[in-house]
């Protein structure tokens, strides 16, 4: 019986070893965050700040100012995915194209990848509006209003596979192209933000 409570106590102490409390064990490196369960609301919210990256990144201050905010809450279950997003601070009276991306936000727009296609583009970057359309990927436009705050919403008609997530929102400095040639285009990359989808 003794020894039972030994392991337990073993079992129970290395997890506060791992964390800090009190061990010396070097942290472990952090695991994925697994898919959320169908109908569970993934929550990211970050304040804007310069790289190196955080949660929430600017890459133009101007549109995307150090101290403004993002909120971008996830919901996926019976075939759709619902994603919303809500912005603070940002230029006013402005239009903005934002898109779910592949990767997470780096130090550089470019590092959050393409937009997250469900049905991916063979040829790459996805100009056909074929592939690069609001029911293929996660389209969030918006328009700030006079003290530039805005609010978006898209639900499409699919749920993230197993293998492949998206894994952040881009804020664009332009409205979304739908034009031949041009489709998905929103200009520069002005900011970004996390989200474990």
């Known amino acids: 019986m003794r020894s039972r409570r030994l392991l337990i106590l073993g079992l129970l102490c290395v997890p506060l070893a791992a964390c800090g409390g009190g061990g010396t064990a070097p942290a472990a490196p952090p695991s994925p965050a697994a898919p959320p369960a169908a109908g569970e609301t993934v929550r990211a919210s970050g304040t804007f700040a310069a790289p190196p990256p955080g949660v ?6 101007t549109l995307v100012p150090v101290g403004s905010t993002a909120v971008v809450d996830a919901t996926e279950g019976d075939g759709r995915t619902t994603v919303t997003m809500n912005v603070t601070g940002l230029e006013p009276n402005r239009r903005y194209g934002a898109h779910a991306h592949a990767k ?3 130090a550089t727009g470019a590092d959050a990848g393409p937009h997250f296609q469900f049905t991916p ?3 790459q970057p996805s100009v056909d509006p074929a592939y690069a359309n609001p029911q293929n990927e996660i389209w969030l436009d918006f328009t700030t209003d006079a003290q ?3 609010t978006a919403t898209s639900t499409v008609n699919w749920e993230f596979p197993e293998d492949r997530r998206a894994e952040s929102v881009v804020i664009h400095t332009m409205p979304t192209s739908m034009e031949p040639g041009k489709a998905g285009t929103a200009g520069d990359r002005a900011g970004c933000i996390t989200v474990g989808f």
């Open 148 to 150: 530039g705050a805005a």
């Open 104 to 106: 997470p936000c780096g």
């Open 121 to 123: 583009d063979p040829v």
């Open 56 to 61: 929430a990144v600017t890459y133009d201050q």
